[in-house]
């Protein structure tokens, strides 16, 4: 069991910079680096929807095309934390993030919802205009 335990949300201006961060309680770095790490995102009235994902090793990334340039994934594993680091915020980024946990056998990414076991519960991002 992998829990999951996001930070960082917070209401920010268009153009602005936020860093979420999802810690997963109760895992050693080791165990830990086996793990495939994703963030996805709910927009109101809007399904979720895939927003990055990294490898166990950190190596491998995917981004979704409306974040591509101005996302940035990584994470540490020694503190058994992934981030995500937001910067020229959009309104249309508007949305509860959610990071994604899965035991991963090899060291790809995993892009899709059904893909992983674990989800943080989410916190809130709110760009105004």
């Known amino acids: 069991q992998v829990q999951l335990v996001e930070s960082g949300g917070g209401l920010v201006q268009a153009g602005g910079s936020l860093r979420l961060s999802c810690a997963a309680a109760r895992y050693t770095p080791s165990s830990f680096s086996r793990i495939a790490m994703g963030w996805f995102r709910q927009a109101p009235g809007k399904e979720r929807e895939f927003v990055t994902a990294i490898s166990r090793s950190g190596d491998s990334t995917a981004y979704a095309d409306s974040v591509k340039g101005r996302f940035t994934i990584s994470r540490d594993n020694a503190k058994s934390t992934v981030y995500l680091q937001m910067n020229s915020l959009k309104p249309e980024d508007t949305a509860v993030y959610y990071c994604?946990?899965?035991?991963?056998?090899?060291?790809?990414?995993?892009?899709?919802?059904?893909?992983?076991?674990?989800w943080g519960q989410g916190t809130q991002v709110t760009v105004s205009s």
């Open positions: 994604a946990a899965q035991v991963a056998d090899g060291d790809g990414y995993y892009n899709r919802q059904y893909m992983y076991d674990y």
